[in-house]
Nanobody
Framework: EVHLVESGGGLVEAGGSLRLSCAAS???????????IGWFRQAPGKEREGVSC????????YYKDFLKGRFIISSDHAKNTVYLQMNNLKPEDTAVYYC???????????????????????WGQGTQVTVSS
């Protein structure tokens, strides 16, 4: 019932920028109260990790410390879309990036724990980001 569609990935040189989009499909942000959208990534052979999360209504943002200052999460409520502006990309940022609907209370921790995921959401295919050196 809750679908999110990621886009905007691609191949970029180190130091470059990309903007990822996470668009709601089949619902609007106003359909639910107190949830969050998170960006997560998974590199080959690695566990999925949290990147940044944002509250769908209050706009509160949370970043992993090592990314803060390079990535910016934002939302456009009218478009039911969350963005991740990725600046000064590094080769270690190479991963498949996913967005997910989370319980609002999970946003500050911003990790892809099963018990954080909104009960109506399931993971999609993500979008590939490749940063060359």
């Amino acid at each position: 019932e809750v679908h999110l569609v990621e886009s905007g990935g691609g191949l970029v040189e180190a130091g470059g920028s990309l903007r990822l989009s996470c668009a709601a499909s089949g619902f609007t942000f106003d359909d639910f109260d107190d949830f969050a959208i998170g960006w997560f990534r998974q590199a080959p052979g690695k566990e999925r990790e949290g990147v940044s999360c944002i509250g769908s209504s209050d706009g509160s943002t949370y970043y992993k410390d090592f990314l803060k200052g390079r990535f910016i999460i934002s939302s456009d409520h009218a478009k039911n879309t969350v963005y991740l502006q990725m600046n000064n990309l590094k080769p270690e940022d190479t991963a498949v990036y996913y967005c997910a609907a989370l319980l609002k209370l999970a946003a500050p921790d911003c990790r892809p724990r099963g018990d954080y995921i909104h009960p109506l959401f399931s993971w999609g295919q993500g979008t590939q980001v490749t940063v060359s050196s």
